[in-house]
């Protein structure tokens, strides 16, 4: 790639300011969407993280989330009391606790992920199913770099 600093600059700066529309903009949605449900749009999230994630813990869901552990046990107290996650004991370690999903959890986050989706839907009619792969395998790429980025500065800080 050749690109010099000036050009480079700007592109990172006008992906930062889409990605930054993009966030607000599905921010907006889930807060819509979630006016009728039993969940707030921070829940959903978490409930999503542990949903997609074998032996979850309370410190991955903060690193992940990028959230104090304190909001975190808040967020699954709450959620456990509404018998959405459950707590399991490592049978090892019981220093260790896993989270996962109920019954009722998982169908909250199914019933959430098809609200969005059919939110999502008119995306599908602007853009060609090559385009949409396109876009998933840069956004993909960028996703790794900025994980990467955000390791470097954690390890950094240390």
Known sequence: MNMDRKQL????????QR???ISISMQSIQKDISKS????PDQFNLLNVI???????SSFLAKALNVKKSSITAIVNRLTDKGLIKRKYNEEDKR???????KEGQHIVVEERQKILAALMPIGNKLTLKEL???NQYLSVIDAQLNNIKKDLFNNEI
């Open 9 to 16: 600059e700007q592109h990172i700066d006008m992906y930062t």
């Open 19 to 21: 990605a930054i529309s």
């Open 37 to 40: 449900s039993s969940v707030t």
């Open 51 to 57: 949903n997609t994630t074998e032996n979850c813990t």
């Open 96 to 102: 260790v606790v896993w989270l996962e999903l109920t």
């Open 133 to 135: 792969e396109e876009l």
